[in-house]
């Protein structure tokens, strides 16, 4: 039987609504593309500290950010630079004088090694940070200072956690710290 014109249009137009809808890849595309960018963005803002169970940081309501910089880590039986133990804190207390000689050693090591070129040559740009429990002794955060500035670090950082300015105090007062 010989279809009208009409009649084989009408045909071809039920076959085209029967074939379903087709995903337009172009705009989804497009979606994870900015996703992507955004991630990359934001995730390049924050350095990542090494992390240690046992060591609690103090607070504080500094608002610089951290850079990539040599890392001593105080631990409660350890000193540990970028990873690796230098010195036992009992032996370090029981040491006259402010000089770490296996600190110091250790520290002038990572000069080639962790440090930016610029920093290599400028010794007041060599950075230092120090993480540390926030009960440990006075003294010993002394000698650990103490050495870095004879290892030609001009730059010493302290690693705190960070909190919010508007927090008050058990008095009711702004606590803040210089």
Same mark, same amino acid.
């Given at each position: 039987?010989?279809?009208?014109?009409? %009649?084989?249009?009408?045909?071809?137009?039920? #076959?085209? +609504?029967?074939?379903? +809808?087709?995903?337009?890849?172009?705009?989804?595309?497009?979606? $994870?593309?900015?996703?992507? $960018? $955004?991630? *990359?963005?934001?995730?390049?803002?924050?350095?990542?500290?090494?992390?240690?169970? !046992?060591?609690?940081?103090?607070?504080?309501?500094?608002?610089?950010?951290? #850079?990539?910089?040599? &890392?001593?880590?105080?631990?409660?039986?350890?000193?540990?630079?970028?990873?690796?133990? &230098?010195? /036992? &804190?009992?032996?370090?207390? /029981?040491?006259?004088?402010?000089?770490?000689?296996?600190?110091?050693?250790?520290?002038?090591?990572?000069?080639?090694?962790? *440090?930016?070129? !610029? %920093?290599?040559?400028?010794?007041?740009?060599?950075?230092?940070?120090?993480?540390?429990?926030?009960?440990?002794?006075?003294?010993? *955060? #002394?000698?650990?200072?103490?050495?870095?500035?004879? =290892?030609?670090?001009?730059?010493? =950082?302290? %690693?705190? *956690?960070? #909190?919010?300015?508007?927090?008050?105090?058990?008095?009711?007062?702004?606590?803040?710290?210089?």
């Amino acid at each position: 039987m010989v279809k009208s014109k009409r %009649a084989q249009r009408m045909d071809r137009r039920h #076959k085209r +609504g029967k074939l379903g +809808g087709g995903l337009n890849l172009v705009s989804l595309m497009d979606v $994870f593309t900015i996703l992507v $960018f $955004f991630l *990359l963005v934001n995730s390049a803002d924050v350095e990542v500290l090494p992390n240690a169970k !046992e060591i609690q940081l103090p607070e504080s309501i500094a608002e610089d950010k951290a #850079k990539e910089t040599v &890392v001593i880590l105080i631990g409660e039986h350890d000193i540990i630079v970028q990873g690796v133990p &230098v010195a /036992k &804190v009992a032996e370090v207390m /029981k040491m006259k004088g402010n000089d770490i000689p296996e600190l110091r050693q250790a520290l002038l090591s990572q000069n080639d090694r962790v *440090l930016r070129k !610029e %920093a290599q040559e400028d010794i007041a740009g060599r950075e230092v940070t120090i993480m540390g429990d926030k009960d440990i002794p006075y003294r010993l *955060l #002394k000698k650990v200072m103490a050495t870095c500035t004879e =290892s030609d670090y001009g730059q010493i =950082s302290l %690693a705190v *956690l960070q #909190k919010s300015a508007d927090k008050l105090d058990e008095a009711g007062q702004l606590s803040v710290a210089r």
